[in-house]
């Protein structure tokens, strides 16, 4: 049967024929003409016609001889239970309107399937940040399962090419089995993907049509459902607590994950968050797939769905076989879609191949295909309706909303739901498992010689080598990029004797990382002097919307020497430990001094806090502690710190823990959320403020925040959240027809926070402001200072790392260089006005050589501009900084200038 569009736009069909639980209004993602059929499995042919009558014959026939040995079976005993639907197990259907399961039902889903078939097994990768189980599931046939073990090894064969050559390497994918996997509910308020996961899983353990059956005799399937449980609980939970009111498909209230929300998709080549580690270890270490796909959803208003291939521009280190091979699977999906009747499918636009920071991007430097695909939202589970005019163009290469050469079937609109998010999303994976079966022997060879060619690369060409010297400002540093490196499957190794290459030395003990490994492409790309490319188009250059610099040496702050002699290499004396990071040393006296040079020292002079151990500080920063000599070795020892034995001390400050307030505004902030896992960490304990609790309407409510809190700690929050707050949709007031929070969540600090924030500083309290909310905050106080730059100032730099000259005179700089790497996102510069009081510049943008890494364009609007300025305020002090200092947790060459602000002054 078929159907065709409406006079309104959206695609009629006889009530019959719709998907169980679907009505007329859902098939929004369809126009024209569209096959039709009742169950989805059996909606489309993917296999000629031919084939299928051969097919039917030997089904028919398969079906007799199994239905005679079911008989014989019966006489022994009652067959095995056979896993239930979704919508029989848990008693209503997925994806219907205004309706969202929680983690434990589909968690007691998961356990049901993987309790009834033999064709899965649900493995504990671990838990989440706040404890929820961590699960992914493994699919293949009954021989696939039970032979899984024996598959890893022969992929990992393909892995270790120096022990694998061309022949047995072809043998391996031949016989083999490619391993592919998913990563599904990155982002919470995506919630489609999670949601749909239990449908695909059902489906892949008992659909018996020749797509599923192939997938599972050819594939190790690996689905991880929900990549941030925490974030799903806190998405559904406010979901269905507000529908049917004005509040129905707001955000939560707080962040979606517990540090970084929208921003756990910026953590895959750092591994900051436990859920970013355990992916990792599936990755890189124990399995080892040749293809990840990651299922997102995108904004409401645009193309109804994104796949590769990918936009300009793409990575010089990144083998090609792996953007062919992307755009290959990419360019079959969108036939596959549009055999099927979808519309609105966008490729080559808004997405870039060139940032190895998301779950699935940094796969591209680990020779794996890492395959995006972006389904438009609706607003949660509440559906959309799209009249006509109401759709736009999105990213570079769609000028307008109509057809074109990578969007040749626009959609016209309608309604837009979630049943039709999850359908996409489903119909989506099926592609990719037909066409991962089909090319499993490609998969899997290529794997090998993209493997292969790195190392061989290693070997033929400079770099060959990168060594990082032990003798560090931060003796802590190399152990921390070491972490790094080995989480993301790189081989590190430690020098046993004295190494001369070049110009260079470097002592014993330093890290040697060569280049001749499978995953090269991730080193060169993580320690070498990759340039992010400038493109054009029409005469104007193409602005990056996000990071451009990732390079691990500048973000820890660690020098890393290039080998570029082979003959020098072979000379160095190598060994691969367990690599931990510093192990403190043991003092002898009962008195210790902790070096301010090294980040440890502060987490170790604020567990000494803690202890109730005596703490003072000296002028250079150096923390002084007080306790028996076993005690500063156990504090030394669990924080990776140096500990120095010492007699005699000079002047030092008295110090207490400082009594942080950080404020967060409704519905989160990331960079609050990064901030307070970076103050967890060092040990800070904090107090999170929100706007009216307490209240910051006059001088004397300023007084009284003075006397609960030393420090404020304002994150980089723009200037509109900071005084009017959000609406629970956008940042700014609702319009008509738009979701809201109810009032009490609608608010923000409010116009007359200046005066309570001047107040709180005349009593002697610390104010620290990063980056966006500087400007506000200059503004609100009436700060001597003016803030330029910003998203619309002369500048222009996304995600870049730009050098700061340091003040020794100033205590932020204790512990530090006379330079730094600074993460510079469309940050400021400050002119700072004469006044009363001594404003000091405790860093300014470089004079020259101001580009370290990335993307930047109006550099002449920052060279030699003060970057932070300290500026005293009657007993306390604000600090501004320009940049963020410890953006995403992982600008940790910064950290102590941000940490150092936030301790008392010791001179």
Known sequence: MWCRASSSGRTSRPQGFLRSGESCQASAGRRGLVALAAPWHHRRPLFPKSEVAVRAALSLILFLVLAGLAGLAGLA????AQPQSPEQFLGRAVGQDRDLFGWDEILSYLDHLDQNSDRIELIELGESTQGRRFVMAVVADE??????????AQVRELYRVDETD?????ELAASGRAILAFSLGVHSTEVGASQVSMEILHRMVTAEDPVTVRAREKLITLLVPCMNPDGLDMVQQWYMQTVGTDAEGTRPLDLYHPYAGHDNNRDGFFNNLVETQMWSRVLYHDWLPQMVIDE????QSGPRLFLPPFDDPVSPTVHPLVYTQISAAGQQAVSDLTALGWTGIATSTIFTAEWPGSVRSTGFWHNMLGVLSEVASARLATPLYFPEGSLQARGRGMDEYARSANFLAPWPGGWWRLRDIMDLERDLTWSFLRWAAEHSEDLLLNFYRMNRDAVATGRGEAPYAFVVPADQLDSGSPARMAEILRAGGVTVQVAANDLQFGDHRAGPGSLVVRCDQPFRPFIVEMLGRTDYPRLEQNGETVRPYDVTAWRLSELLGVRVLEVDDAVALQQFELSTPDLEAVSGQRVRTDRARIPATDLASHAMANAALAEGYRVRRISNGDFVIDATANEISQLATHHSAQARDIDVVG???EIAAPRIAIFSPWGGSMDEGWTRLVLERHGFEFEQIRPGQPDLESKADGRELAERFDVLLLPSIRAGILKDGRSGTG????RLGEATWPEEYRSGLGGQAGEALRAFAEAGGRIIAVSASTPWLIDAMGLPAIA????????????TLLRVTLDAQSRLSMGMGEEASAYFANGYSYRPRAWPLPTQVAASYAQSDLLVAGFLDGAEALVGRPAILQIPVGEGEVVLFGFHPQRRAQTEGTFKLLLNAIWPDPR
């Open 77 to 80: 005993g009652p067959a095995a």
């Open 143 to 152: 021989q696939g399962l039970r032979d899984k073990d024996q598959i890893r």
């Open 166 to 170: 061309e022949a047995r390497a072809r």
């Open 296 to 299: 997102h959803q995108m904004g």
């Open 651 to 653: 002047p030092a400050a």
């Open 731 to 734: 940042n700014g007031k609702a």
């Open 788 to 799: 330029d730059g910003g998203p619309d100032g002369d500048s222009y730099a996304p995600g």
